[in-house]
């Protein structure tokens, strides 16, 4: 099974919108954390939000926040106010502690794309 | 610098070739990760050093493979009789700690194309 899964391959948003990228994971660790990290056509990945399983609130950060929804196992990224800027790839990643497993998984991606 | 550096940023080669990628982390991070990136697709696990810990090598697709870390630092990703399906971008990345809040910084990868 997937361990990050991104249904959406591309998105667009009008600037200045907000918008909204899905990442469902699959775990059976108790103890994980989520991650996203954009990745702009010159190719470095940024990272850009982290939550941790047993956080209580959503984590933010800037224009970035995530809607974390342990029950549904999604952890879905918010860009508010969306710039030009913003045209990347996204990829959604989660690290398992329990497991013991090193490795950072990622989603497919989703390539974000912000119309003037 | 201040961030993870690689080389070469480009190498194409033959097909039957062996090639060296090389990774510099951020001074004093322990951690060192390997991923490959091929065309549109997500990240792919290779390889994670910490400290002076054998190496997990558990996502290494075959043993033409290899990576090795010197003095806690640089590390070289070796590729042996490279094939076509090789050919991908090679990221690495260092982080300062582990556990589940470990942050990773990715350099800006090698992109390796074989003929």
């Known amino acids: 099974a997937q361990k990050i899964t991104q249904t959406q391959p591309g998105m667009f948003v009008q600037e200045k919108e907000a918008v909204t990228l899905d990442c469902t994971y699959d775990?059976?660790?108790?103890?994980?954390?989520l991650f996203w990290y954009k990745q702009p056509s010159s190719g470095e990945m940024i990272f850009l939000i982290y939550?941790?399983?047993?956080?209580?609130q959503n984590a933010t950060e800037g224009r970035y926040s995530l809607n974390f929804q342990k029950a549904r196992k999604s952890a879905n990224l918010v860009i508010s106010a969306s710039q030009l800027g913003d045209s990347a790839m996204y990829f959604c990643?989660?690290?398992?502690?329990?497991?013991?497993?090193?490795?950072?998984?990622f989603g497919t991606g989703t390539r974000l794309t912000v119309i003037p | 610098g201040a961030g993870v550096s690689q080389s070469p940023s480009n190498k194409v080669t033959e097909k039957g070739k062996d090639v060296e990628l090389r990774c510099d982390p951020i001074?004093?991070?322990?951690?060192l990760y390997w991923y490959r990136q091929s065309l549109g697709q997500g990240l792919e696990f290779l390889i994670y050093f910490q400290g002076n810990s054998a190496p997990d090598k558990s996502g290494l697709p075959s043993d033409r493979f290899s990576a090795e870390r010197t003095g806690g630092s640089v590390s070289t990703l070796t590729i042996q009789r490279t094939q076509q399906e090789d050919s991908a971008v090679y990221l690495c990345?260092?982080?300062?700690?582990?556990?589940?809040?470990?942050?990773?910084?990715f350099g800006e990868g090698s992109r390796l194309t074989v003929l």
């Open positions: 990345a260092s982080s300062f700690e582990t556990g589940n809040t470990g942050e990773l910084f």
């Open positions: 775990t059976s660790d108790p103890s994980y954390g």
């Open positions: 939550q941790g399983s047993y956080d209580q």
């Open positions: 990643a989660m690290r398992e502690v329990q497991t013991g497993a090193n490795n950072l998984f």
């Open positions: 001074s004093g991070h322990t951690a």
